[in-house]
């Protein structure tokens, strides 16, 4: 399973290379490039598992992504398995304005990533639905944030996945939670951030791209966005039917 995650990322020879900040860096930006952050098998009826061999499954064998717990929670198994040490914490989303609701707790998961060489340790995470985040470990109670405004507070407790269970659960039925009021398929590139984004039910599907003004978002039929859905991100599921936005990285 090992060689085949790596392969999945594009990384191959990663278990023979030194493992040091600059090589978590590059299997982070790997992951987060090759694997989306993706919430479609909610709209299919599906339950979002954290079970690892199922998350193990659906991120290397269906080629598939996922959202925080499957992403942070597959590279945490891929990170061990290089002989890192990882402490899963959990986080709340915290509002995007004043006003919003925020998450719940134990909404979000991160990783506490220890490297095998010196000794140092980082805030890892490629799950929260942008950029990528590696930066030094967080105090309790500390506020995490993207530089596009988007942030969470962490929890240093130490958790195992299925203590995220019931939040998974949540997640994959409540209509009180964001992953069931929209479809997003998203990847963080070198040169920006592709996603695919939509709310309203409807035929068609388009493109969006966060933090970009809407002028540089154009609308395309369901047709082009599963065909851009498995050219750009991989995926070979239908998507949802749902009025979107996209826009390419960059």
Sequence with gaps: MLAAYLERIGLPDAASRPFDEAG?????????????FENTRAHRGERISVLIDDILDRIVARAEGG???ALNGGLAWLLEALGAGVELNAAQ??????????GLPMSHLALIVTLPGDGRAFLVDVGFGGETIIRGVPEDGERVATDRGSAYRID????????????????????????????????????????LFGRDDGETIGWYYRGVADAEARTVDAAEAQELASEVFGLRQPLPARIMRYAPAG
């Excluded at 989303?93 to 925020?102: Q, Y």
């Design 24 to 36: 978590l860096r590059a299997l982070a930006a790997a992951h987060a490039a090759r694997i989306p």
């Design 93 to 102: 989303v915290l509002p995007a304005s004043p006003g919003e609701p925020g």
């Design 67 to 69: 959202v925080c717990y």
């Design 156 to 195: 240093r407790r130490s958790r195992q996945l299925e203590d995220f269970e019931g939040l998974a659960w949540w997640h994959s039925t409540s209509p009180g939670s964001r992953f069931m009021r929209s479809v997003i398929v998203s990847s963080t590139r070198a040169d920006g951030i592709a996603t």
